[in-house]
């Protein structure tokens, strides 16, 4: 579509893609510093700017036929808001008369600011109303209406109108203002894309399809451009997740181009620990060891990551990989999500490597510096083979002498720049990471293309599945009978509470407030509390007592929710369940069931979330439903999948996935598949992206290259 067709000829083209918002009309370096804040210094800048929504201004009426209790729009011309009244407690009434052709309408206001409104709509400015309109003494009056004030350029055509976030002293009228006085310089966005693709999925023009995001016709259909799901918005969705792909489809090539340590297999301490062991490897951990050793041997450096359920056993793999490192002599880094778990990864190495009389040493922020001092001149000799630490694995001052692998437990807590900080501590060394998080295979492949997987589908023997009920306040009687009976058989429970408040302080009172609840109900049993607040070696203290069963309830918030490893523990609760995730709530109850008790799970919650007729609660039912239907990670997984989306699911920020500025994983998971689909395409044909007809498409991926390694 040309320029001119779309009644824009009077900008003549002066308007350039380059051209700083600060000399549009109405901006000024005061409105320019607010945008510049929101990162807009350009027209170019602009017109990324998306609308959050779309309202239908389509069909306008006039005063004399607006109806009663009907949402109508007008257009019109307000006159002054002036005080109309001042009632008990000092709320005022705001009025103005507002007038079209046909007849008239008072708009009211309720406890508004009068220079606010009389600034935005300055009397005999040509105004869009919308609202319902109501009689009031055999007048017609609309109160609280939606307005538009509309421009003197702006020659208003009923039509549907986009909506930008509003921010203090930045109003929609003036973003639609800046948005109106950008749209011509659309004309010059070069396109990107290959014509191949933006045929193959009838995908408009880069410069027509920003257009009309921002300007839409009004044969869209509504529905669609509130959800970015018209054509237009596809496009330039799609050219987001294209790039994302081209990028991380790259970066694997790269790595497997890189040369690293070629581990060798020489039996000495591997085989040694094997025979150690208490069990036998399930077939699954035997394959995920011998692809594991199968990178290791390899000259790029491994980029592993091992996915198997809450207990699979990726522990132990793990310490596989981590052996095989330290008989061709280097140096192992295991770092863990929180000090809980890194401390009880050190007491399983120190268990299961006993044999091996290897030196371990535990690296977190709660040493003394004689003992943090003692521990790094340990790791800079390279005395100590094995580091388990949390983020203090990252400090400078930690400095190793051969690092050959890391291992990060838990994908989820840690990001990709994190995984790289440690990985500089070596040169090139592998990496090991285990998640309890499965990712559907489709999804991993998109995000974590640098990394390939490895999946343990399979339980250690003699795991029965954890029995999962849903039980009411008005049951909480029998549950605590069940638990009493539980407790006297020699079992112990965890009572787990959600973070509820934003504030640590009330959080805390309320695990206080149900551990006294809980001494009270079972005054001759032991009940301990665990919360996030307590030092680690308050922790510690309660863990081993737990451990120890002198502990027989262990009230937790939910920092124990990940690999925490009690096998007595056989009860679970957990309190509000309606406040859980998914996976979180699947991650809770990995907790037990993991010894030779028969154990249970009991998801607490108030009744009122069960009514199947309220829709709010339909996804909390589907949740509990399904953990209580299922144990089986994967399957949860893909349920979330479903009920979530995968953008939630991922945790994108805390995945350190770059966060998209306009798709939305959950959303647009459709267009990632083809997006990838074209990505691999194209680099398969050409890895460089140096033909000539991808030479747009190179600039435009060294653009979002920097982007995604500045994020
Ligand atoms: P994950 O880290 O996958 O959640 P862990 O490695 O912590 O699981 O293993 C869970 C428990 O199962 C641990 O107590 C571990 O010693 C035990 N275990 C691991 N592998 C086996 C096996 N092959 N047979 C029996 N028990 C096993
Ligand atoms: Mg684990």
Redesign the pocket.
Known sequence: MEPDQRGLNNHKGKITLDFPVQYLKGIGPKIAGILRRQGIETVRDALHMFPRTYEDLRTTTTAEKAEAGKESILIGTIGPVRIANTIRNRRTILEAFFNDTSGGVTLKWFNARIDYLKSSFPAGSKVLIKGDISFFRGMKVMIHPKMKLLTDDEEFLPKISPVYIEHEKLPQFRLQKLIHQSLPATKDLEDPLPDGIREKFKFPRLCDAIFHVHSPLNSDNLDDLINSRSINHKRVIFDELFFFELFVLTTRANRTKESGISFQIKKSITEKFKQSLP????TA?EEAIREIYKDMQGVAPMHRLLQ?D???????VGFFAALLAIENDFQVALMAPTEILAEQHLKVAQNLLQATGINIALLTSSLTNSERREILSNLSTGKTRIVIGTHALFQDDVIFKNLGLVIIDEQHRFGVEQRVALKQKGISPDLLV?T?TPIPRTLALSFYGDLDITTIRTL??GRSPVRTSIVTEEEKDELYSFLKKEIEMGGQIYVVLPLIEESEKVDLKNAVSTTELLKKRFPDKNVGLLHGGLRSEEKDSIMDLFKRREIDILVSTTVIEV?V?V?NASIMVIENAERFGLSQLHQLRGRVG?GERKSYCFLATEKKYLNRSIDAFKTIQRRLNAIVNTTDGFRLAEEDLSIRGPGELLGTKQAGLPTFRYADISRDFELLTLARDEALTILKEDPGLNKPEHTKLKTEWERFKKYASAS
Do not use: E, I, M, Y
């Open positions: 069990f036998t490897l399930t951990q198997g809450v207990g699979s056993g990726k522990t132990v285990l309890a250690p023997p690999g490893d096998p993991r």
